[in-house]
């Protein structure tokens, strides 16, 4: 049986990519912050099934920071795979926190390939970079080879984590890929990225639990795919005979608005009368279109995605209409439970 350790297991990627090798006969050992609580997170499913926890999936406890305790846990889990998905990744954010945000995604990265190579057992390591890397990139779509131009904190810090890993994989001979994500969405998305918040809003707003929708930058363009396409990525990148660097994406590319458009047309609602944009929400800069070339990965490694933008969009937003109806069912009862 191989052993992976996932960093940032209970993000949306983490708990996919937990899904993934649980399926596929691994045992799995995740770092969990020490604040985090299991019990309605998008782990819960494992955490609460008493053949997987503590029998496959294995948690330990750890901060990103705590570079000794980290070191432990890589010394005691002794992986084959480590897929490093911890740091902070909203790129919004990284604006008034480009210190914290360097700090875990840059140096947070080469702390860790240090801990790779001191190790006697050298795991593999996966390094989820960003089209964020490409900025206002000057050909389009872009690949593997286009130069990095990022816009924002995030985007340079994920420009020298991606670069450090190639620098450790040639001088070291470490096996460590990096795979150039592109934006990847799902039900479990944190609810501050646009693709859940809209979702999430057309829904509330047509079971009358809200008002009205505010976002930034309708005219931003970005190409959106389905997040358990690129976890599998992320295990392909793997199973190579040989370490290098893969783009994910689905070679398409949509905007704001048209996300907008889809996930209100799900619920049968216009959008016009609910959205307002506020230039507040707009950031100081930003990639306006990116779009990626997956074709490496379609011929390297037989990637390619399996769900169209309408088909994600809707999948998403149906799930938050029914969760937010469940929600509201559960409420109604323990209301009526109490009288
Ligand atoms: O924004 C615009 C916003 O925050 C998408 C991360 O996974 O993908 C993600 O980064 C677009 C941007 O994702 C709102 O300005 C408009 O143009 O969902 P997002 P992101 O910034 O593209 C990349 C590949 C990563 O690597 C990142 O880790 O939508 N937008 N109005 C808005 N965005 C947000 N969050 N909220 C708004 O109200």
Same mark, same amino acid.
């Given at each position: 049986m191989k052993r %992976? #350790?996932?960093?940032?297991?209970?993000?949306?990627?983490?708990?996919?990519? %937990?899904?993934?090798? #649980?399926?596929?006969? !691994?045992? &799995?050992?995740?770092? &969990? *912050?020490?604040? $985090?609580?299991?019990?309605?997170?998008? #782990? %819960?499913?494992?955490?609460?099934?008493?053949?997987?926890?503590?029998?496959?999936?294995?948690?330990? !406890?750890?901060?990103?920071?705590?570079?000794?305790?980290?070191?432990?846990?890589?010394? $005691?889990?002794? %992986?084959? /795979?480590?897929?490093?998905?911890?740091?902070? $990744?909203? &790129?919004?954010?990284?604006?008034? +926190?480009?210190?914290?945000?360097?700090?875990?995604?840059?140096?947070?990265? @080469?702390? @860790?390939?240090?801990? +790779? *190579?001191?190790?006697?057992?050298?795991? *593999?390591?996966?390094?989820?970079?960003? $089209?964020e890397l490409f900025g206002q990139p000057k050909s389009s779509p872009q690949n593997e080879d286009t130069p990095y131009l990022p816009t924002s904190p995030y985007g340079c810090a994920k420009a020298f984590a991606t670069q450090i890993v190639k620098v450790y994989r040639d001088c070291y001979g470490l096996f460590a890929c990096n795979g150039i994500m592109y934006n990847h969405e799902s039900p479990r998305r944190g609810e501050n990225f646009v693709s859940r918040k809209i979702c999430r809003a057309a829904a509330a707003i047509k079971l009358g639990l809200q008002a009205k929708l505010v976002l930034g930058n309708l005219d931003a /363009?970005?190409? =959106?795919? !389905?997040?358990?396409? !690129?976890? *599998?990525? +992320? =295990? @392909?990148?793997?199973q190579q005979q040989k370490a290098d660097d893969y783009l994910f994406a689905t070679g398409e590319t949509h905007s704001v608005r048209e996300l907008v458009e889809l996930a209100f047309k799900a619920v049968d609602l216009e959008w016009e009368s609910h959205v307002e944009v506020d230039t507040a929400l707009f950031r100081p800069s930003e990639p306006l279109r990116l779009v990626g070339d997956a074709s490496k990965a379609k011929r390297e490694l037989g990637w390619t995605p399996s769900c169209s933008f309408q088909e994600l969009i809707n999948l998403i937003t149906r799930a938050e209409f029914d969760e937010l109806q469940q929600l509201g069912s559960e409420g109604d009862n323990s209301r009526r439970n109490r009288t």
């Open positions: %992976a #350790l996932i960093t940032g297991i209970t993000g949306q990627d983490g708990s996919y990519l %937990a899904d993934y090798l #649980l399926k596929n006969d !691994y045992e &799995v050992h995740g770092v &969990v *912050r020490r604040t $985090s609580s299991l019990e309605r997170s998008r #782990l %819960a499913h494992l955490f609460k099934n008493p053949d997987i926890y503590n029998k496959r999936l294995f948690l330990h !406890y750890a901060d990103l920071e705590d570079i000794t305790a980290l070191r432990r846990i890589f010394l $005691s889990v002794q %992986a084959d /795979e480590l897929y490093h998905l911890a740091g902070q $990744s909203h &790129v919004g954010l990284s604006f008034p +926190m480009a210190e914290m945000t360097c700090d875990l995604t840059a140096i947070g990265t @080469l702390r @860790l390939l240090e801990i +790779m *190579r001191d190790m006697p057992g050298k795991p *593999r390591l996966f390094h989820p970079s960003s $089209s /363009e970005r190409d =959106w795919g !389905y997040a358990p396409d !690129y976890v *599998r990525g +992320m =295990w @392909l990148s793997l």
